[in-house]
């Protein structure tokens, strides 16, 4: 097994907001990366996104990007489904891929892009989750796949479509996606980041929850406010009086 594998299979042992921590959440906490000034980026996913499948539990993949919408008779035809696949299987493995929906106002909570033959396809070149901000559809028989759903809501049809780009930069859910960045979700959401610090955010966040397990044990026992201080003493919860 590769160190990559091995760093994948260890990102899924970790919930999502332990990633965010340890990646920009806290930047005063020696175990933060600070990768992103956690408010003005937008580096993780906001109340837009829900999680089909909570059961699944974390996933992690490579980004795959691409822009869906209404076609377009000055350009459509150029680029195809197909294209989005041929991008997923030319992408290291496995892959998330992230599709930025853009549709006239009162269209978008209509489209129910992707379904069970989409995913299939997917799934077929090595990709383990969708991300959009807009809706798709079969939840039943995804659910059967294993693959994760990460969607702006659900529907049961939609109209003709077209793909408009694939691998630019997109925007999904509050979160800016390039082409190959590691995306880290689960039910609490999905954050980003650059693949290079992957092994630095697995370690950090081992000591993350090793230190939070710790003060849990004192903080389950505590019976005043002056043992809950001294059980959160230091932690990334706490910060020192001036």
Request: aromatic share 6%; net charge neutral; with cysteine.
């Amino acid at each position: 097994m590769s160190n990559m594998d091995e760093l994948f299979a260890e990102l899924r042992k970790i919930d999502t907001p332990t990633i965010t921590n340890v990646v920009a959440t806290y930047p005063k906490n020696p175990l933060c990366l600070g990768l992103y000034n956690p408010w003005t980026e937008n580096w993780y996913t906001d109340t837009s996104i829900r999680c089909l499948y909570p059961e699944l539990g974390p996933i992690v993949g490579h980004a795959v990007t691409c822009v869906y919408g209404m076609p377009d008779p000055n350009y459509s035809g150029r680029l195809s489904f197909m294209d989005v696949v041929d991008a997923l299987d030319a992408m290291k493995k496995p892959t998330v891929l992230v599709i930025q929906q853009k549709w006239p106002d009162g269209i978008m909570k209509k489209a129910g892009l992707a379904g069970e033959m989409m995913v299939s396809s997917m799934m077929a070149v090595g990709c383990v989750g969708l991300l959009s901000n807009g809706p798709s559809r079969d939840v039943d028989a995804i659910r059967k796949l294993k693959f994760q759903y990460m969607l702006g809501g659900v529907t049961a049809g939609h109209g003709e479509q077209a793909v408009h780009a694939v691998n630019v930069p997109v925007s999904v859910g509050g979160m800016d996606v390039a082409p190959g960045d590691l995306i880290h979700m689960d039910e609490n959401g999905a954050v980003k980041f650059p693949v290079q610090h992957a092994e630095a955010v697995v370690k950090n966040a081992k000591a993350m929850l090793d230190d939070e397990a710790r003060r849990l044990v004192d903080l389950r026992k505590a019976k005043s406010a002056k043992e809950v201080r001294a059980a959160n003493s230091g932690g990334a919860y706490t910060q020192k009086k001036p």
